[in-house]
């Protein structure tokens, strides 16, 4: 049962709980129709302390087609925070505005802090470059829709695997289900931070460790690209060496299996040349779309207004 239940780290639900998540996503792609009044009288409290674009619009997207309301500030500067009231005290004000919360905030630990005085489900959206829970469920759905199974792949995670907190919530999530392979491409600088290697050794996860795309994307089934994430460098000098290592290009990808599926959470910088985006095996729009479905789902779970699906 996921009702009222908070989403910090995909480990806060079980496989078998996600695996309930996508089965519902499903069957909101199939028959929207069926779900268009289900959250009626609800009101989900969007609070981004950072910016977005995807994260918080599907989530806005989700509930108003759910039947539901939204409130909220997708800039701080707007908020009582500007006063210097403090993150706890914003949440235990916003529960009794709304029934459910989803909050981005760049801090680490943030939403780890928030859960503990929140008495309606909290929804973390990114906190720092620690966790993204929902993208991990975008990220889910989309390799299922596109592969027809979660297990026995081959993924590729390339670029920035130091601060991309969307590779670690992947790497977890992906780990639990069988015959999983992670190969690991990004410079020496941006690799795996020890508490995730630390998680790979510990889980015995297969894994293998590259600095050249080229040299392992024709036996990829998924290839999950990301961006050198600029505001999570302490010198520029740094980010300017590292933000062009790795573009993916129609060149490189005459190399690629016929089936690949390229996923990218977005945004983008110029990871992968636009002339990309025309090709069949480029999944990251419909990756985007499927964050509205898989967040329609979670908000039916946690809301306990579910009892549409026959799972
Ligand atoms: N993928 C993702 O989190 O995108 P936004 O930062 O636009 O929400």
Redesign the pocket.
């Known amino acids: 049962m996921l009702t009222q239940k908070h989403l910090i780290d995909i480990f806060d639900f079980s496989t078998e709980e996600v695996d309930s998540i996508l089965h519902l996503s499903q069957l909101m792609i199939k028959s929207p129709s069926d779900f268009s009044t289900i959250c009626n009288g609800k009101i989900m409290g969007t609070l981004f302390f ?9 989530f806005e997207s989700a509930m108003l087609r759910l039947g539901g309301q939204v409130l909220g500030f997708s800039d701080s500067s707007n908020s009582s925070a500007t006063k210097g009231e403090t993150l706890v005290d914003t949440i235990q004000t916003v529960c009794h505005y709304t029934d459910l919360i989803v909050m ?1 905030h760049p801090n680490e630990g943030s939403a780890t802090l928030a859960k503990t005085k929140a008495s309606v489900p909290l929804i973390n ?2 906190d720092g470059g620690h966790h ?1 829970p ?2 991990t469920l ?1 990220d889910l759905l989309t390799i299922q829709q596109t592969k027809g199974h979660l297990d026995g792949l081959t993924i590729g995670l390339c670029g920035d695997l130091k601060f991309g907190r ?1 590779v670690h919530s992947l790497i977890r999530a992906m780990g639990r289900y069988p015959g999983n392979h992670f190969i690991l491409i990004s410079p020496r600088e941006l690799q795996l931070p020890d508490y995730m290697m630390h998680f790979l050794n510990s889980q015995g996860i297969s894994y293998e460790v590259h600095e050249e795309l080229e040299a392992v994307i024709d036996q990829l089934d998924v290839l999950y690209m990301t961006r050198v994430q600029r505001e999570r460098f302490f010198n520029e000098a740094d980010y300017v060496r590292l933000k062009d290592h790795y573009i993916l290009t129609a060149d490189k990808l005459t190399q690629a299996k016929e089936d690949l599926a390229i996923l990218h ?3 983008r910088v110029n990871e992968i040349s636009v002339e990309v985006d025309d090709d069949p095996r480029a999944k990251y729009f419909d990756q ?1 779309g499927y ?1 509205v479905f898989v967040r329609m789902a979670l908000i039916a779970k946690v809301l306990g207004v579910d009892s549409n699906d026959a799972h």
Not at 50 to 58: A, D, H, I, K, Q
């Open positions: 950072e910016p977005s674009t995807r994260t918080r619009l599907s981005r959206a990114g993204h929902t993208q975008t969307t959470p977005l945004p985007a964050g």
